[in-house]
Structures are given as C-alpha cells and as structure tokens.
C-alpha cells in the first residue's frame, strides 16, 4: 500500500509538468515577436557628403579672392604697407593696410589719418571685442577665441585715383570657416580726399544700377556653375553696400559680404560691370575721373 501511495504522487507530479510545459509552449503563440529596427546610415552619409562639398567650395570661393591681382607692386613708390599683430588669450588681431607717402603731396596725410584713428583704429577693435564677451550669454562663447584679419587689394584709376578694397576675415575657435566682410574707399590722390558713390553716379541712380546688376547676376545664375542657390540683389541690400565699389579704368566692381548675394558656399563676393555699360548713371562732369 505505501508503495503504491509513492507511484501515485510520481505520476501526479509528472502530469503537472506536462501541463505547464504545454501551457507554457501554447504561450508562444501570443508572444508578439517584435523586429528590431534597422539604422538607415544613408541620410546620414549624403549629410556628411554635402557638408563637405560645401567646406571645398567655401575654401575655394575665398582662395579666389584672396589670391586676385592687383597693382600693390607698381604702387610701391606711392603706398607703404603697414601691419599690426596682437595676440591675446582672448583674440588675435592681424592687420594688413596701406598708408600713402606724404613725401609726395601732403594731402595724403588726409588719408593716413583716416586709415590711422578710424578704420585700423585698434584700441576700438579690442573694447568692441571684450564687450561682445561680456553680453554673450553663453559661457561657451565667451570662452571662444576670435581671430580678426585684414588684407587689402589697391588700384590705381589714371594716377588720379586709388581704390581700397579691404577684405575682412572674422574667426570664431568651433567655427569651421571665417565669414568674410567688405569695405572700399576710393581716394582723389589730386585733391586730398574720400569719393563716394555720389560722386561718381547721378543722384537716385541706385534703382537703375541695380537692374543692371540683378541682370548680371542673373546671367550668371542661368549659367549654372558656382552661382547655383544665389539670388537677386534687393534694393534695401544694393543702397547698404553701394559705396562698397573698387575702379579701373574701364570698369567698376562692387563688394558684398557673405550672404548677401550669395551662400557662403557658393557663387562669388562680387560683381563686375563694365563702364560702357553705365553711362547713363554716370556724373559728367570734371573731377570725376570715370568720364570718358
């Protein structure tokens, strides 16, 4: 009888487990299976591709004007090439600029202060700096290190008139290109002084020049190339840039900064436009040395 009492349990025992096992197999069948989802790595690398396609055209668009001509070496006589270094924690300073000989006439010196005490006025450049610091309200940023460079190109306009077009290079640690600004000064070496683009064009031209430069740009835009994602000139842009021009004796190139025409990647800083083609914007009179 005991033993019979021990086969009994074995058995009950063992009709259990077969009954979870089957439970737990019948279970299976609910158990919703889930994939796993696979990383798609292709909108990632045409990012990665474009950034650098546009990284190649930045460096490239701003060797071009770095590397442009100009008559800096047969106006030795008449310039001198200055430079100004400072280098902080905070920022470097690299200033390259021309000063006129006032052995020549002393009305240089008109145009040597100006350079002096207002455009390379560095005490300025170093408290606009340390105050841009201070109202940042990032702590990141105010631990980024600026780095200001200026170069410059001169022109020479029938040993009448100098054009400056001084090119200006501001660099932020994090930054993977510096953003390029403009500014151009034009010098009636004659007379002693500054010529502005009311000097040169008839007064409420700005419209008609900039039609004339809207079909430049355009030609150039419809010509594909480096000029894909540039666009038109707006009035308000053209009236903020228009003293921003250098001169030749048979054209006129104006400047603008990044962005204004163009995308930093692409396309160019300038347009070049030919002085026959501007005659009907054009003073007639006699000091204005463009009168042909």
Same mark, same amino acid.
């Given at each position: 009888?005991?033993?019979?009492?021990?086969?009994? #349990?074995?058995?009950?025992?063992?009709?259990?487990?077969?009954?979870?096992?089957?439970?737990?197999?019948?279970?299976?069948?609910?158990?919703?299976?889930?994939?796993?989802?696979?990383?798609?790595?292709?909108?990632? &690398?045409?990012?990665? %591709?474009?950034?650098?396609?546009?990284?190649?055209?930045?460096?490239?668009?701003?060797?071009?004007?770095?590397?442009?001509?100009?008559?800096?070496?047969? #106006?030795?006589?008449?310039?001198?090439?200055?430079?100004?270094?400072?280098?902080?924690?905070?920022?470097? #300073?690299?200033?390259?600029?021309?000063?006129?000989?006032?052995? !020549?006439?002393?009305?240089?010196?008109? *145009?040597?202060?100006?350079?002096?005490?207002?455009?390379?006025?560095?005490?300025?450049?170093?408290?606009? =700096?340390?105050?841009?610091?201070?109202?940042?309200?990032?702590?990141?940023?105010?631990?980024?290190?600026?780095?200001?460079?200026?170069?410059?190109? %001169?022109?020479?306009? &029938?040993?009448?008139?100098?054009?400056?077009?001084?090119?200006?290079?501001?660099?932020?640690? /994090?930054?993977?290109?510096?953003?390029?600004?403009?500014?151009?000064?034009?010098?009636?070496?004659?007379?002693?002084?500054?010529?502005?683009?009311?000097?040169?064009? =008839?007064?409420?031209?700005? /419209?008609?020049?900039?039609?004339?430069?809207?079909?430049?740009?355009?030609?150039?835009?419809?010509?594909? /190339?480096?000029?894909?994602?540039?666009?038109?000139?707006?009035?308000?842009? !053209?009236?903020?840039?228009?003293?921003? *021009?250098?001169?030749?004796?048979?054209?006129?190139?104006?400047?603008?900064?990044?962005?204004?025409?163009?995308?930093?990647?692409?396309?160019?800083?300038?347009?070049?436009?030919?002085?026959?083609?501007?005659?009907?914007?054009?003073?007639?009179?006699?000091?204005?040395? #463009?009168?042909?």
């Amino acid at each position: 009888m005991k033993y019979l009492y021990i086969l009994f #349990l074995i058995l009950l025992l063992s009709n259990c487990k077969n009954d979870s096992n089957k439970e737990n197999f019948d279970n299976i069948e609910d158990i919703e299976v889930v994939a796993l989802p696979v990383k798609d790595t292709s909108q990632t &690398n045409h990012t990665n %591709i474009e950034s650098l396609d546009k990284s190649i055209t930045i460096e490239m668009k701003q060797k071009t004007l770095i590397k442009k001509s100009d008559e800096r070496e047969e #106006l030795q006589k008449l310039i001198l090439d200055k430079r100004y270094v400072i280098e902080k924690e905070d920022y470097n #300073l690299n200033f390259k600029y021309p000063l006129l000989n006032e052995s !020549f006439k002393p009305t240089h010196r008109n *145009f040597n202060e100006f350079i002096n005490e207002y455009y390379i006025n560095v005490s300025q450049i170093e408290k606009d =700096i340390l105050e841009s610091k201070l109202l940042c309200d990032s702590i990141e940023a105010q631990n980024f290190r600026e780095e200001r460079f200026i170069d410059y190109k %001169i022109y020479n306009v &029938n040993d009448q008139l100098v054009s400056i077009l001084f090119y200006k290079e501001n660099f932020y640690s /994090g930054a993977m290109h510096p953003s390029f600004s403009f500014d151009c000064f034009n010098f009636d070496l004659n007379r002693g002084v500054f010529m502005t683009y009311d000097d040169f064009f =008839i007064e409420g031209s700005e /419209g008609e020049l900039l039609m004339v430069l809207n079909e430049k740009l355009n030609e150039k835009i419809k010509s594909g /190339g480096l000029y894909y994602d540039c666009w038109e000139l707006s009035l308000t842009d !053209f009236i903020g840039s228009k003293n921003n *021009f250098v001169l030749n004796e048979t054209y006129v190139e104006f400047y603008f900064d990044d962005c204004t025409i163009c995308p930093s990647y692409t396309g160019t800083y300038s347009i070049e436009l030919q002085l026959i083609d501007l005659l009907s914007v054009l003073k007639k009179y006699d000091l204005n040395p #463009l009168v042909f």
